[in-house]
């Protein structure tokens, strides 16, 4: 059983709508990390999250601890938020990352 | 500000052959680490420094060798290149303690043939 699960796998929408991707996970973790690969490009980190809520722009990131879960919502979606959103886990008491397969996205004109 | 720099960004090695992929940073950050990423696989950490002299194995640490001599840099070498490790890797760095997110390098596309 893979330890962190997004959905959803591929996500298509238009222009202007609320998107939101979903991160479960099954283990004990000191931060969860929502990232962001355009196709070809690099990786850029969007949040850092331990607990509660954080907000840049038109992005939103969750956390419950106690329900080891996450959401990354986009308002007012456009084109260029087009990409491959990853969810990631940091354990305590070590360093690297464990990732989710990541929700392609696709935000049509 | 450089971030973090990877070199080379695309190679194609022989079956057998041996190189390292360079990985340098200018932000003074104590952790780094190494990462492939697979199609229908994701990312997946190779091996970890959290800082000089300090290394450790990730998820799939066979067939890599690593070593932190420096804050700055942290190369992977692959001693003898197979076809299984034609990946896509990306090098990582962060500061030490548990409020500080990671800095990703742009990624070297190994094919092995």
């Known amino acids: 059983k893979n330890e962190v699960e997004q959905s959803p796998q591929n996500l298509t929408a238009q222009e202007g709508e609320f998107i939101t991707i979903n991160c479960s996970y099954s283990?004990?973790?000191?931060?969860l990390h929502w990232l962001q690969q355009h196709p070809g490009g690099g990786i850029v980190s969007l949040f850092m999250?331990?607990?509660g809520k954080k907000k840049h722009g038109r992005l939103i990131a969750t956390i419950n601890i106690q329900e080891k879960h996450s959401s990354l919502h986009i308002t007012a979606s456009h084109p260029r938020d087009s990409a491959v959103y990853i969810c990631?886990?940091?354990?305590?008491?070590?360093?690297?990352?464990?990732f989710g397969k990541g929700t392609h996205l696709i935000i049509q004109p | 500000n450089a971030g973090v720099t990877q070199t080379p960004k695309f190679q194609v090695l022989k079956t057998g052959q041996s190189m390292t992929l360079q990985c340098a940073q200018d932000?003074?950050?104590?952790?780094m680490s190494w990462y492939r990423q697979d199609p229908g696989m994701g990312l997946r950490l190779i091996h970890y420094?959290?800082?000089?002299?300090?290394?450790d194995q990730g998820e799939v640490p066979n067939g890599y060798n690593v070593s932190r001599s420096t804050t700055e840099d942290f190369p992977l070498r692959l001693l003898s290149a197979a076809p299984s490790q034609t990946s896509v890797y990306f090098c990582?760095?962060?500061?030490?303690?548990?409020?500080?997110?990671?800095?990703f390098g742009s990624g070297t596309r190994l094919t092995v043939v």
């Open positions: 990582a760095s962060r500061r030490g303690g548990s409020n500080y997110g990671y800095t």
């Open positions: 283990v004990g973790i000191s931060a």
């Open positions: 999250l331990s607990s």
């Open positions: 990631a886990l940091q354990r305590g008491g070590a360093d690297g990352l464990t």
């Open positions: 932000m003074n950050h104590e952790y």
């Open positions: 420094s959290v800082g000089a002299g300090i290394t």
